[in-house]
């Protein structure tokens, strides 16, 4: 048009064209053009001036907008809106509430647009008691309940944490979309109704990838991965295409069950359906195969991620340091700072637990340490655990129960256990029996803790005390919860518990078990292995 010269562009052009480069994220032609209007001297239209900052708000230059609609004398709702939405895009609800006060100041009237970008800053920085103050306002002041600005209310609550409103809100449309069914199934799902949320989720009468996705992600969140996988086999069932969201979460299931022909069969997957690996998803088959007992794999994996990231190197660290490869976790947390990397709690937990693993004491003291002198993290619960473990394993009991005492925050039954388990092992009956009255209290009908304490006291010859302490667990009433197991074989995943008898081939098992039994007992091993085990 601008080449022909015949036609020169107007008040109507700009706005099509800026919203075109809004839509491809075009910025460098959008300033192009802003310079071209600029010249022009169309910003004075008040149209072209909304589609300006709009396409400054979508290409994500939500300052350059602000900077523009500041200088302007002329500004609509639409241009209050823009804003004020563009800051809640841009994960910055702070300002776009604070501009939202300015614009009520001007005595410029909300409408259900604006409402919208309110809620969702509630949402953002999850402050429930404004998000009920707007939705009280939007009642009050006859805003338009559209199903957009009722989605953004049901968000608002259950991401603030209150489910009950946003129930009654979603139950009370008349007309709901997709996102609609999606919000309200991820919030079943937060609040632990998973078998509501999949009640929900096949009476929806279309669902997405996005829907499937919510379920899928929310059974892993859940520990639920046997779930997520037989979601997934009903997803390709119905056609539906997954993306990269859909098989990280896959991902994470096989790693907490530890089914690797089923991780290896989703990385075939993703090759075979050209998937993009991303850091995301490399990052957590890096992580399926370290957790699934395939360490090279693993390895193979992480060296051809494009633009490894931290989270990426936190999961190679973990891997290695759970396979018993201390020395390479260790190497592999010191290259990651090496190259500007910054480690985050989670790093130091990997290396921790690789100094715990090989008896790196003094490696693990100055790793505890960096955390904060270094790096500014405060230790949790976590760190202090992997600390304690380190210690008591090292024989340097007293060294740990005096960590545990300096902790600024309350010993959890994990950490105690690890001090415990070093008394035990060390014979330090002394620390021992403090350790156990603190596991007591915590936790007086873990009927695990009895049984430890009970076998310390039998392993220092204090028979006496053993016997007692399992009269106390008889008369508080505390039975020993019996284990559970689970093992992939063929691609499924079988879960067993001590003396079950549900499994259909249960016979052969147990026929198996006892020629094992007499196989153990012909080399040496007492005959109560078969009783623990039957």
Same mark, same amino acid.
């Given at each position: =048009?601008?080449?022909?010269?015949?036609?020169?562009?107007?008040?109507?052009?700009?706005?099509?064209?800026?919203?075109?480069?809004?839509?491809? &994220?075009?910025?460098?032609?959008?300033?192009?053009?802003?310079?071209?209007?600029?010249?022009?001297?169309?910003?004075? /239209?008040?149209?072209?001036?909304?589609?300006?900052?709009?396409?400054?708000?979508?290409?994500?230059?939500?300052?350059?907008?602000r900077a523009l609609f500041e200088e302007s004398c002329m500004r609509d709702l639409v241009s209050?809106?823009?804003?004020?939405?563009?800051?809640? @895009?841009?994960?910055?609800?702070?300002?776009?509430?604070?501009?939202?006060?300015?614009? @009520?100041?001007?005595?410029?009237?909300?409408?259900?647009v604006t409402m919208i970008g309110v809620v969702s800053s509630c949402a953002q920085i999850e402050?429930?008691?404004?998000?009920?103050?707007?939705?009280?306002?939007?009642?009050?002041?006859?805003?338009?309940? +559209?199903?957009?600005?009722?989605?953004?209310?049901?968000? =608002?609550?259950?991401?603030?944490?209150?489910?009950?409103?946003?129930?009654?809100?979603?139950?009370?449309?008349?007309?709901? %979309?997709?996102?609609?069914? %999606?919000?309200?199934?991820?919030?079943?799902?937060?609040?632990?109704?998973?078998?509501?949320?999949?009640?929900?989720?096949?009476?929806?009468?279309?669902?997405?990838?996005? &829907?499937? /996705?919510?379920?899928? $992600?929310?059974?892993?969140?859940?520990?639920?991965?046997?779930?997520?996988?037989?979601?997934?086999?009903?997803?390709?069932? !119905?056609?539906?295409?997954?993306?990269?969201?859909?098989?990280?979460?896959?991902?994470?299931?096989?790693?907490?069950?530890?089914?690797?022909?089923?991780?290896?069969?989703?990385?075939?997957?993703?090759?075979?359906?050209?998937?993009?690996?991303?850091?995301?998803?490399?990052?957590?088959?890096?992580?399926?195969?370290?957790?699934?007992?395939?360490? +090279?794999?693993?390895?193979?994996?992480?060296?051809?991620?494009?633009?490894?990231?931290?989270?990426?190197?936190?999961?190679?660290?973990?891997?290695?340091?759970?396979?018993?490869?201390?020395?390479?976790?260790?190497?592999?947390?010191?290259?990651?700072?090496?190259?500007?990397?910054?480690?985050?709690?989670?790093?130091?937990?990997?290396?921790?637990?690789?100094?715990?693993?090989?008896?790196?004491?003094?490696?693990? @003291?100055?790793?505890?340490?960096?955390? $904060?002198?270094?790096?500014?993290? $405060?230790?949790?619960?976590?760190?202090?655990?992997?600390?304690?473990?380190?210690?008591?394993?090292?024989?340097?009991?007293?060294?740990?129960?005096?960590?545990?005492?300096?902790?600024?925050?309350?010993?959890?039954?994990?950490?105690?256990?690890?001090?415990?388990?070093?008394?035990?092992?060390?014979? /330090?009956?002394?620390?021992?029996?403090?350790?156990?009255?603190?596991?007591?209290?915590?936790?007086?009908?873990?009927?695990?803790?009895?049984?430890?304490?009970?076998?310390?006291?039998?392993?220092?010859?204090?028979?006496?005390?053993?016997?007692?302490?399992?009269? !106390?667990?008889?008369?508080?009433?505390?039975?020993?919860?019996?284990?559970? &197991?689970?093992?992939?074989? /063929?691609?499924?995943?079988?879960?067993?518990?001590? @003396?079950?008898?549900?499994?259909?081939?249960?016979?052969?098992?147990?026929?198996?078990?006892?020629?094992?039994?007499?196989?153990?007992?012909?080399?040496?091993?007492?005959?109560?292995?078969?009783?623990?085990?039957?």
């Amino acid at each position: =048009m601008l080449r022909n010269g015949e036609s020169k562009p107007n008040n109507y052009t700009h706005p099509f064209v800026l919203k075109a480069c809004s839509q491809l &994220s075009l910025i460098r032609t959008g300033f192009q053009i802003l310079v071209h209007v600029l010249h022009l001297g169309f910003d004075s /239209n008040i149209f072209v001036h909304n589609a300006m900052i709009h396409m400054l708000v979508m290409c994500k230059e939500v300052e350059v907008a602000r900077a523009l609609f500041e200088e302007s004398c002329m500004r609509d709702l639409v241009s209050w809106n823009t804003v004020i939405n563009g800051y809640v @895009r841009s994960g910055k609800p702070n300002e776009a509430l604070k501009l939202f006060r300015e614009m @009520r100041v001007a005595n410029v009237e909300p409408d259900e647009v604006t409402m919208i970008g309110v809620v969702s800053s509630c949402a953002q920085i999850e402050d429930l008691s404004l998000g009920r103050e707007f939705h009280r306002y939007i009642e009050e002041n006859g805003v338009k309940f +559209t199903v957009p600005l009722c989605n953004a209310i049901m968000d =608002m609550y259950i991401k603030c944490g209150s489910l009950q409103p946003a129930e009654k809100m979603f139950n009370n449309m008349k007309k709901k %979309t997709m996102v609609s069914w %999606t919000t309200m199934l991820v919030g079943y799902a937060k609040f632990g109704f998973l078998d509501t949320a999949r009640k929900l989720f096949d009476e929806m009468p279309e669902r997405d990838f996005v &829907s499937w /996705n919510a379920l899928i $992600s929310s059974y892993v969140q859940s520990d639920r991965g046997r779930d997520a996988l037989a979601l997934f086999n009903e997803m390709q069932a !119905m056609d539906i295409e997954p993306n990269q969201v859909t098989m990280v979460s896959l991902l994470t299931a096989c790693s907490q069950l530890g089914a690797l022909n089923i991780g290896e069969w989703i990385h075939n997957y993703i090759d075979k359906h050209k998937i993009s690996l991303n850091v995301t998803l490399g990052t957590a088959l890096v992580d399926m195969y370290a957790k699934c007992g395939n360490i +090279t794999k693993a390895l193979q994996v992480f060296r051809e991620i494009p633009g490894r990231n931290s989270l990426t190197w936190t999961a190679m660290i973990h891997g290695l340091a759970l396979h018993g490869h201390a020395k390479d976790a260790i190497c592999y947390f010191l290259e990651m700072i090496n190259i500007g990397l910054v480690p985050d709690e989670v790093t130091f937990i990997g290396v921790l637990s690789a100094c715990c693993h090989t008896g790196f004491v003094n490696e693990g @003291r100055q790793f505890f340490s960096q955390m $904060s002198s270094k790096f500014n993290i $405060s230790p949790k619960m976590k760190h202090y655990s992997c600390m304690v473990d380190l210690l008591g394993k090292a024989g340097l009991v007293e060294e740990a129960e005096k960590l545990v005492n300096s902790m600024p925050i309350e010993p959890d039954s994990v950490i105690l256990g690890a001090l415990f388990f070093a008394c035990r092992n060390h014979g /330090n009956v002394a620390i021992g029996e403090r350790v156990a009255a603190k596991l007591l209290e915590l936790d007086p009908y873990d009927a695990g803790n009895y049984v430890q304490i009970a076998n310390m006291y039998l392993e220092a010859n204090m028979r006496e005390n053993s016997e007692k302490l399992r009269l !106390m667990m008889k008369q508080r009433g505390v039975d020993k919860t019996p284990g559970c &197991s689970s093992i992939e074989v /063929n691609g499924n995943v079988h879960e067993f518990v001590v @003396r079950d008898k549900s499994h259909p081939r249960s016979q052969e098992i147990y026929l198996c078990l006892m020629q094992l039994t007499k196989q153990l007992e012909l080399v040496g091993y007492s005959s109560c292995v078969s009783e623990t085990f039957l």
